[in-house]
């Protein structure tokens, strides 16, 4: 999602500069520096530029689960889904959080609190609680 990004100084996106990045090695987390903030996020499909929790959920969200459902990531999940079914069992990343702590009630609300990014652990959460389906249902019912 990164060369997605249109910042605030752009008029629209640079998709050359954007295809030279997708075809890198190199992982970028701040193309901008840590803290820049961008506009929005492109989405070819219509052209558009996206607000963050739209993109979240029409890129991140769905790409994501995509990538979740592939049978390695499906047997993953069932693994970690039994063995929370025995003990607590944590799942962290580098952008998650306590979302309790933040004033947030649900995993849901994740998605729509732009204060801090949205996690791939809530996502693997929502997975681990067979909530993907209830969260995409959740989501076009709230957006």
Known sequence: M??????????????????????????????????????????EESGEILDLVTARYRIYFKAFCQMLSLPDRQEIINRIRLEAQKRPVAIWDYDSYDFEKEGLSNLFDTIKYIHRPFAHAFICEMAIRNQLSEFENFHELNF
């Open 2 to 43: 990164q060369f997605l990004k249109v910042w605030h100084d752009e008029k629209e996106w640079d998709r050359e500069t954007a295809l030279a990045a997708f075809d890198s090695d190199c992982a970028m987390r701040f193309p901008r520096g840590k803290g820049a903030k961008h506009r929005g996020l492109f989405w």
